[in-house]
């Protein structure tokens, strides 16, 4: 054991460093940041008042005083234990999470992730998506007291890079579009309630965390320029938009400083400069990784000691509960500091109403009829239709004609898989792609196998839990336990088949015959899958089983949790071929799998299916099973036999669309180059089929516009670690033609954007000036626009970017509609202003900016001057006297 004296000095010397080293290569000089004063808000302000939080604050604070060491340090954990003398209950800090719905078992509405309803441009969706999250989340803790504190939303690791992992997770690139959108999460999770809290949102993984697969150990170096125009903006927005209770530390380092441990981030950044009033929470066991694999502190009682002296408050595992009381005794961190951190804790709590009579909160009398209701539903189906985008649609192929529709071929690896993508709840109505194009047709599509959901019974801790393929499965399967499932057909069966996963070591499955203890049908062998949310399909031959059998499965292997089931079949299919009364046929083949080599025989069945096809729908995609938490993509290209699939299909019959069920974006050269039509959908929720199918047969006009851009090939990208968001990232800064630009999305109508109009013709400090112009349905279809507005700025020999988003408005607009388009444009919008590293300071290059308005960033169709005066000279920090206004309206 070091000497209480060495780790002191160890101490001392990377708190220091913390707050030097760090803050200095951003840009805050530690004399600076020290000077910072905490903000005050001036107006109004949004969510909890003033006079609430500070109730709040003083009721926390007075119940901490009468806690013991050991009883504050228990409450610094994800799981927030009992303080039985005080009447204190314990509390689930890790409620869960609630990206785009609540991820429980069913019932539950699944919405599109927001990779997707990004594309929609329509903070008012948004809004009204996360009140019906957080209706829900609300309602199972009134019934069942699950907790109301989530991990997510909003992740605001913007989409820099399509190779991270996690990129579906994130509202787009732009910090223009994430920021709108990631208030309006906030907004709704919270609840408007000026005294209370109705769940708490979490802004994550606070900062620079844009890869996966190593961001345990990693440690992301951005310029000053890039951290503060581009990294910080979305993050920023969330606390004076939306008043945002939770940050999440993450686990990559910042400039050689683990995130959890950054006293610049946590304290100087998030509460002086920023006004920042909840608590921080450790992303899972990121404040063990400031020891290890970070190798900052030199053991775990400093590492908990620096989290809580940085301004972390709560760990997602155990280490403050575990190690905190070493480190007071060996005098790393004082009392008051854990103090400090309890009182967060506890006035979030009470802002939530846990303290008070539930006649006085508002949010208790949401009940468990909310949950999965008809309007949850209908909105999950809108939510789905207005991220849907047309890519292409060379001569009008979409839509398609139903009438005149004798044969449809659907086909492809995931046609019949609701894709939710990751962190989604298990809800009761999924509609596949496939059953939604069966449907149009007045088809009921019959599935071939046994899912998991139709368990009878079973023993142990086995338990369904949701599924990223959009269904549910068996979890938590340990070893010697057992499911049981309804009777089935053996009679002709050759082949036993079941998809599974195992994030551990996987196991053996024995399928019984009509008791546990009954005749041994086959035995299934699980291998270890890439992770809990990897599936694969195992196989075990039958031999000379008739009759009808009750199957019974039972689990063998090392430990706790084996592997997860999602369904299971008996194998030869019978291959029906669904007709309408009209005599329509819908054929389904997979084609291929989607990471698996190219199959002849699959790919064969494909081909004929498509050859005598009035018209092809294929569906194919990334899934999980590529990229996801913990795992970044190497490419981005269509994986597996997928590419083999759409060339062979196409050259059997060119009358073929591609539905691209995708989690992130994908460079579809070829494709675009030859098929006629692309539609995308990014994993859009629960009623994804159904709003597909809409779009594919013209009831439903797509509106939705890539929230990123959408690049040809590696080649137009830098190395994946470079942070330097001016290297051509994103299309602020590239160079060269993207595959699809961002803001790009067709429509089955047309539109007419003229009569720009600029208020002023130069803009002073203090001032600002209107923008508009008029937009016409010239078409003969109900339509939406997107009408964005981008800023060039004034010539400069610093690299800025080409053009930058500064609003946009999504318009509704019958055949020979116009509307006017108006656009408040003031001095401080932060498109006019850049990082100057000299100054740490926003500045503004006075000169000529260029107003520009299109459809799309690369499709500019009216272009206007506006002269920026050179700004008074302001004393002090400029961004906390102007230009932190910019950031405010931006």
Not at 595 to 611: C, G, Y
Not at 748 to 763: V, W
Not at 801 to 819: I, S
């Amino acid at each position: 054991m070091k000497s209480t004296k060495h780790e002191l000095n160890r101490r001392e010397f990377l708190s220091t460093l913390t707050t030097a080293a760090g803050v200095f290569a951003l840009g805050m000089t530690p004399a600076l940041a020290a000077e910072i004063p905490l903000f005050e808000h001036k107006g109004g302000r949004v969510g909890i008042s003033d006079r609430a939080y500070r109730k709040a604050c003083e009721r926390a604070r007075k119940l901490t005083e009468q806690m013991t060491l050991d009883e504050k340090i228990s409450q610094l954990g994800s799981t927030s234990r009992a303080v039985e003398r005080l009447k204190l209950p314990s509390y689930n800090f890790y409620t869960g999470e609630a990206l785009h719905g609540l991820t429980r078992e069913t019932p539950v509405t699944s919405f599109p992730v927001p990779l997707a309803f990004a594309a929609s441009w329509n903070p008012g969706l948004v809004l009204q998506m996360y009140t019906a999250v957080s209706d829900e989340c609300r309602a199972y803790d009134n019934a069942r007291n699950i907790g109301l504190s989530f991990y997510s939303p909003p992740t605001l690791n913007l989409h820099r890079d399509p190779r991270w992992g996690r990129c579906m997770e994130a509202p787009g690139e732009d910090p223009c579009l994430a920021a709108t959108i990631a208030v309006q999460m906030v907004r709704g999770m919270q609840g408007g309630h000026p005294d209370y809290l109705k769940t708490t949102a979490c802004s994550k993984h606070f900062i620079c965390n844009n890869t996966d697969h190593d961001r345990s150990a990693i440690s992301a170096d951005p310029d000053q320029r890039s951290f503060w125009e581009y990294y910080t903006r979305a993050y920023r927005a969330t606390i004076f938009e939306g008043d945002v209770f939770s940050f999440m530390s993450a686990y990559s380092s910042l400039n050689g400083i683990p995130c959890s441990a950054s006293r610049f981030l946590l304290s100087d950044l998030l509460r002086r400069r920023w006004g920042f009033r909840g608590y921080v929470t450790s992303d899972c066991d990121a404040i063990d990784n400031i020891y290890d694999p970070h190798h900052y502190a030199a053991t775990l009682p400093i590492a908990a000691a620096m989290a809580v002296e940085a301004g972390c408050d709560l760990n997602c595992g155990g280490t403050l509960q575990n190690y905190l009381k070493t480190a007071v005794n060996q005098e790393l961190i004082s009392e008051d500091e854990i103090s400090r951190s309890v009182t967060r804790l506890l006035t979030v709590r009470h802002l939530l109403g846990l303290f008070d009579p539930p006649e006085k909160v508002p949010y208790t009398r949401i009940t468990l009829d909310v949950v999965d209701c008809p309007a949850h539903r209908d909105l999950a189906l809108e939510a789905a239709r207005q991220s849907l985008v047309l890519l292409k649609n060379d001569a009008q192929f979409l839509p398609l004609a139903r009438r005149v529709l004798k044969k449809v071929a659907v086909i492809g690896p995931l046609a019949d898989m609701c894709h939710l993508g990751g962190y989604s709840g298990a809800p009761t109505a999924h509609v596949s792609p496939y059953q939604g194009i069966a449907a149009s047709f007045g088809i009921e599509v019959h599935r071939p196998y046994i899912a998991a959901s139709d368990m009878v019974r079973c023993d142990g801790e086995i338990r369904l839990q949701y599924s990223s393929e959009g269904e549910m499965n068996l979890g938590s399967i340990g070893d010697n336990t057992w499911a049981e499932f309804p009777k089935a057909g053996f009679t002709g069966k050759t082949e036993f088949q079941a998809r599974v996963s195992s994030g551990a070591n996987g196991g053996t499955i024995e399928v019984h015959l009509d008791q546990l203890d009954g005749p041994l049908a086959c035995t299934l062998t699980v291998p270890k899958t890439k992770s809990w949310q990897s599936w694969v399909n195992v196989f075990a031959p039958l031999n000379d089983i008739t009759g009808e059998h009750s199957i019974f499965l039972k689990f063998n292997g090392t430990g706790r949790y084996l592997l997860n089931v999602e369904r299971l079949q008996l194998n030869p299919i019978a291959q029906a071929t669904p007709t309408t009364a009209g005599g329509t046929e819908i054929v389904f083949k997979l084609g291929c799998t989607a990471t698996r080599k190219k199959d002849d025989a699959m790919l064969q069945e494909a081909v004929d299916a498509a050859k005598d096809a009035d018209v092809v729908i294929l569906v194919c995609g990334v899934t999980e099973n590529v990229d996801r938490e913990g795992h970044d993509r190497e490419t981005i290209g269509l994986t597996g036999g997928q590419p083999d699939l759409i060339q062979a299909v196409y050259a059997a019959n060119p009358k073929t669309v591609l539905v691209l069920s995708t989690n992130n974006s994908v460079a579809i050269n070829w494709e675009q180059q030859n098929l006629p039509a692309i539609l995308c959908a990014v994993c859009a929720g629960q009623a994804q089929g159904t709003a597909i199918a809409e779009v594919l047969f013209g009831d439903y006009n797509p509106g939705g516009k890539l929230p990123c851009t959408w690049y040809r090939s590696l080649d137009q990208l830098p190395d994946f670690h470079d942070y330097d968001i001016h290297k051509g990232r994103t299309y602020m800064y590239l160079e060269g033609d993207p595959l699809y630009p961002f803001g790009h999305g067709l429509s089955y109508t047309t539109f007419r954007m003229d009569g720009l109009k600029i208020e002023h013709s130069a803009l002073g400090e203090g001032e600002k000036t209107k923008v508009s112009l008029d937009v016409t349905n010239t078409g003969n279809r109900d339509g939406v626009e997107v009408v964005q507005l981008y800023i060039a700025p004034p010539a400069s020999p610093l690299k800025r970017p080409v053009k930058q988003l500064a609003g946009f408005q999504r318009v509704e607009l019958q055949p020979g509609q116009k509307k006017t388009v108006v656009f408040e444009l003031p001095y401080t919008k932060q498109a006019f202003w850049y990082w100057d590293e000299r100054a740490e300071s926003f500045v503004l290059q006075p000169g000529t900016a260029k107003i520009l308005i299109g459809n799309s960033s690369a499709n500019i169709l009216l272009t206007g001057e506006l002269t920026l005066e050179m700004p008074k000279k302001v004393q002090g920090d400029m961004v906390d006297t102007v230009a932190i206004k910019s950031w405010v309206l931006s």
